[in-house]
């Protein structure tokens, strides 16, 4: 018998440690024969919401399985509906299951209304998947006998049909020893250019209302010793990145200290590790091992949700504004660590106005990135249960995004929707930031320019139109000449420094300054390289002056500043290019010093 496990990921560099957790644990603990010798056969197989429904349909049939089990979450809920009508019809023996946080709080509902699941693994699934495999293995070796032992409807932590049509469920009575489930990792075949998910802890010790985390307030870690042999496996295999999975990581000052003083210490100088935290728990001697990471070593990522002291004590969130700032900024002052801060639109008590001055707070502890999102209705969640007491409607499919509330209208959701694209093309990009830092000042707040761009967007009928990277910079150049036109020159100027920031542009904007007057003076500022490299040194040594102007870029502004652009030098944390400034250059000039 073959048990396929499947994941639909939202994207070819995610993939799904849970069908690779039920795996190694049925394999590690099911003391059966027929899994030992092969005759029982636990497969995996992941695709992304963006495969053609047919092609992983016709993938599955030639796999041949006899049990499907589909990993089910609000991003391909609706993908995995669509397989399971039409999955017994090319393969009309196959047995499907479903798990996963979409489908573990309404089970009953669900197995009544799709005739085509067999059965639902309720909650976390390693035990759950093992005693369901055993069972199997037993109904195959006795298919002659008829023994309850080896039904379904007994096993902890499912949902099936008993012989009488009725749905039996058994909630799951405990939850598993993070320390049994098995290293997931031994063979990283298949994970190149992935990101790597790891689980060191499951649980959470907060009680927000929005999330299904909330609901397993007992925190499990993984053995701490155990965690950092594992971790040992990425950095010598020089893994670009792991994403610790944990909600809240630095939950144990323990368990967090000990993790950090080992990357640190074991640093292979590639791999990046990314983290879930509470930026209010971090304590001095937390920071002060921060402050001695390698640039990029570390991300974080960090819940604000909102500012609204009323919000943050309705959806009964635990959260030390003051402090949270101030250890942002202090971060910040690291200049080593990529922060990313997230912000929820359509919480309680958050109307427009409140949102606005939640953005701009956050906007001004000067993150990386500052993530808006919107508020989803999970089933089984707090939130959900609050939802017409709040007046909060929401999708009826799939992500059940939040469409308005008792004091956010859907059409200040549509403005914030609007803003949010603004946000992630101008601001989350990273690469307009010289121009927006400037931009800031022409508006009272951040919040102000971003929601300025959205509406001249709406009103230049640009949205909901796939653009190229330079056609957003003429669109922002076309907006801030439209608003500031006596500063037109200005704002070209940084539009080009920040292109160039990035990359070393093949064609140039239009908006560009002309460098016919200075083509001697590059010339014979690379010709000066080639000889002494002053400014270009690693990387390029042995080039010629005219294999550098194709390797690196001078751009001379309307203000005669030339700066250098180096692609082989780039900030570990922006990815921008390192650029020198070479002083004022004038195009009556036919000789230039370039010293320092």
């Not at 300025?452 to 000449?481: C, N, P, T, V």
């Not at 990359?503 to 500022?525: G, T």
Request: aromatic share 12%; hydrophobic share 35%.
């Amino acid at each position: 018998m073959k048990f396929l496990l499947v994941a639909l990921n939202a994207k070819y560099i995610h993939s799904n440690p849970a069908i690779y957790s039920l795996k190694a644990f049925a394999e590690a603990y099911v003391r059966e024969p027929e899994l030992e010798d092969g005759r029982f056969q636990i497969e995996t197989q992941e695709y992304t919401i963006n495969n053609q429904p047919d092609e992983i349909l016709k993938d599955i049939f030639l796999r041949k399985p006899d049990a499907v089990g589909f990993s089910c979450y609000i991003w391909n809920i609706s993908y995995v509906l669509e397989l399971v009508r039409d999955l017994p019809k090319v393969l009309p023996h196959v047995e499907i299951w479903l798990g996963g946080p979409e489908v573990s709080y309404d089970a009953s509902e669900l197995l009544c209304r799709e005739p085509q699941v067999n059965g639902i693994m309720m909650g976390e699934g390693e035990e759950t998947f093992s005693e369901v495999v055993r069972c199997y293995i037993k109904q195959g070796r006795d298919a002659h006998k008829s023994d309850e032992s080896c039904s379904f409807k007994n096993i902890d932590g499912t949902a099936v049909r008993n012989e009488a049509g009725t749905v039996v469920e058994k909630p799951q009575k405990a939850a598993v020893d993070m320390s049994s489930i098995p290293f997931l990792y031994n063979d990283l075949r298949g994970f190149e250019n992935r990101i790597i998910y790891y689980e060191s802890s499951r649980g959470c010790p907060f009680s927000c209302s929005y999330c299904l985390s909330s609901l397993d307030k007992s925190v499990r870690l993984r053995d701490t010793q155990l965690v950092l042999k594992e971790l040992d496996v990425f950095l010598d295999k020089r893994v670009p990145q792991v994403k610790f999975v944990d909600r809240t990581f630095n939950c144990s000052r323990k368990h967090t200290l000990a993790i950090w003083r080992h990357i640190i210490e074991h640093d292979n100088g590639v791999t990046n590790f990314h983290f879930e935290i509470s930026a209010d728990l971090l304590n001095e001697e937390e920071l002060e091992l921060m402050s001695r990471m390698r640039k990029g070593l570390i991300q974080l990522e960090v819940g604000v949700q909102s500012t609204n002291p009323d919000t943050i004590k309705e959806i009964r969130r635990t959260m030390d504004l003051n402090r949270l700032k101030e250890t942002v900024g202090k971060i910040n002052s690291f200049g080593n660590i990529h922060q990313h801060l997230d912000l929820i639109a359509g919480l309680p008590w958050e109307d427009y106005q409140s949102f606005r001055n939640s953005f701009n707070q956050v906007y001004e502890m000067k993150p990386e990135q500052l993530q808006l999102g919107f508020l989803k209705v999970l089933k089984g969640s707090y939130m959900w249960e609050k939802a017409g007491e709040y007046g909060v409607k929401f999708k009826g499919l799939p992500p059940y995004e939040v469409l308005s509330t008792r004091w956010l209208d859907y059409g200040g959701i549509l403005k914030l929707k609007g803003l949010e694209e603004m946000l992630e093309v101008y601001g989350n990009s990273g690469q307009f930031r010289t121009t927006l830092n400037e931009l800031q000042k022409e508006f009272k707040t951040p919040f102000d320019m971003f929601e300025a761009l959205a509406e001249y967007y709406d009103k230049q009928e640009l949205s909901g139109i796939s653009h190229s990277r330079m056609a957003r910079y003429e669109i922002l150049e076309g907006f801030i000449s439209s608003l500031v036109p006596e500063k037109r020159s200005l704002y070209r100027d940084l539009l080009v420094y920040d292109l160039y920031l990035r990359e070393n542009l093949k064609s140039r904007p239009p908006f560009a300054a002309d460098q016919e007057p200075f083509k001697d003076q590059v010339r014979a500022f690379f010709e000066a390289e080639a000889a002494g490299y002053r400014y270009l040194k690693e990387g390029y040594e042995g080039y010629e002056a005219r294999q550098l102007i194709k390797m690196a870029h001078v751009e001379v502004f309307r203000d005669g500043r030339a700066v250098l652009f180096d692609y082989k030098r780039r900030d570990a944390l922006s990815h921008n290019a390192a650029a020198y400034e070479l002083g004022v250059w004038r195009k009556a000039e036919r000789e230039t010093s370039f010293s320092r």
